[in-house]
């Protein structure tokens, strides 16, 4: 019956679909309103951009320069890497809201992470209140694109005839100019980055001006626990090479910032690797549902890490299980969030990786969107977790028993010890 009625229903569709332009922005916009998920939407774009070139990883240089307004400039934040963009790829790829395939566009590289094609223009929008800007120059052409505070429309600095594709002589030189404006200088970056700035063919350098509620955001500690911390800057401190530049001073003496080193537990160093079934329960509706889309897309895998401490706290950042899909990296669960009853929950961790999830991905790639398949897998995962987390609980059992045994035997070679001492005496 229904599919009879499918045959029957006739319409003509519209030849345009309509939308509300400002209102749809306005609502992508409202997933990055801190400084804290901004930043590393820059820093992701940036290791796409070495992605997409095949840039070898040694060359793979981010440099994050924080300044605190001092000598008539503006606070501001900037991210700089050494690819560079044309006008074309701002016209068709950067300057379009809510593309998904942007950031893979000329590409079909594994290290490259992806999005909506929004989070580092959305972190330009409402992040800082004088400007944001792309100063980017690519071979023998420059570009200056940005946006003022306030505002989602974007274009050319200061007209389009005088900020696209302007005439760029060297690019060494040119770069120093951009500098200039953040308190940074090729100086500075030769002490990290000799390899790079010795032989650069182009440039990206976002600045944002004047960030909102700066405070505590722009000192460097901060900046970096941050980026270190931040479940989405995981892949890119793996593939890139980030440094930390504030007020003219390197962070760390000019060490890259990396991942927390997570020590595991006795018992758990090597990784749980648990597959995916093709089917799993959907608590809500209480149905079987396709991991693989009717056998149309591959197999999953959860993979299971411990930590020796808690990550509760110190490395709540790190303690979730991130999803992983066709387009890469496509968000994560907090373990916290799961429904695992047991203490050690909170040293274990991990990553899912299932193509079907790939259609579930959010603007701001935190939380999947709800749905059955979505349910049932972090139903599965949380069951991995608590079966994982009891075998521990088992291993602390049977090392209780054990000592309880050993101090028992103890007591009794002690009292044993009494008895005879006394009995010689006495006798």
Not at 4 to 30: C, N, Q, W
Not at 69 to 74: D, E, M, Q, T
Not at 284 to 304: A, N, V
Request: hydrophobic share 35%; aromatic share 8%; with cysteine.
């Amino acid at each position: 019956m229904g599919e009879k009625i499918m045959r029957d229903f006739k319409y003509t569709p519209d030849e345009e679909v309509k939308m509300h332009d400002e209102g749809a922005i306005r609502l992508l916009l409202s997933n990055f309103q801190s400084h804290e998920d901004g930043l590393p939407e820059w820093l992701k774009n940036s290791a796409d951009a070495y992605a997409r070139e095949d840039v070898p990883e040694q060359k793979r240089v981010i440099v994050v320069v924080t300044n605190d307004g001092k000598r008539g400039r503006g606070p501001s934040i900037s991210c700089l890497d050494f690819v560079g963009m044309t006008s074309r790829a701002i016209e068709e790829n950067f300057r379009v809201w809510a593309d998904p395939n942007a950031a893979r566009r000329g590409s079909d590289s594994d290290a490259i992470q992806g999005g909506h094609g929004n989070g580092g223009k959305c972190y330009m929008v409402q992040m800082f209140e004088d400007y944001a800007q792309l100063y980017a120059v690519r071979g023998e052409k420059g570009n200056r694109y940005g946006v003022v505070g306030g505002s989602f429309r974007f274009g050319y600095i200061p007209d389009r005839e005088a900020g696209r594709n302007f005439p760029v002589a060297d690019v060494r030189d040119e770069l120093g100019h951009a500098l200039k404006g953040i308190g940074c200088s090729l100086g500075m970056l030769a002490k990290v980055a000799s390899d790079v700035v010795g032989d650069i063919q182009g440039f990206t350098l976002v600045t944002g001006v004047r960030p909102k509620g700066m405070g505590k955001s722009l000192r460097s500690s901060y900046v970096a626990d941050n980026l270190q911390e931040h479940t989405q800057m995981i892949r890119t401190l793996e593939l890139c090479r980030v440094y930390l530049m504030s007020n003219g001073k390197l962070y760390s003496s000019g060490e890259p910032l990396q991942l927390p080193k997570i020590i595991p537990m006795p018992g758990g160093t090597e990784p749980r690797v648990v597959e995916v079934p093709q089917l799993l329960l959907d608590p809500k509706s209480e149905e079987m549902i396709s991991t693989t889309d009717g056998g149309r897309l591959g197999m999953g895998r959860l993979t299971l890490k411990t930590s020796q401490v808690s990550m509760r706290w110190s490395k709540k950042g790190r303690h979730n299980i991130s999803f992983r899909a066709k387009s890469g990296y496509i968000g994560y669960v907090s373990v916290l969030e799961l429904d695992v009853e047991s203490s050690y929950r909170d040293r274990i961790y991990g990553e899912c990786e299932l193509q079907a999830l790939e259609r579930f991905k959010q603007n701001d790639r935190s939380r999947l969107a709800s749905s059955p398949l979505t349910r049932a897998v972090e139903l599965f995962i949380s069951e991995q977790i608590e079966k994982y987390a009891k075998e521990f609980e088992s291993l602390d059992k049977k090392k209780y028993n054990q000592e309880e045994k050993n101090a028992l035997s103890r007591m009794n070679e002690a009292l044993d010890e009494w008895k005879n001492r006394a009995w010689f005496k006495n006798g």
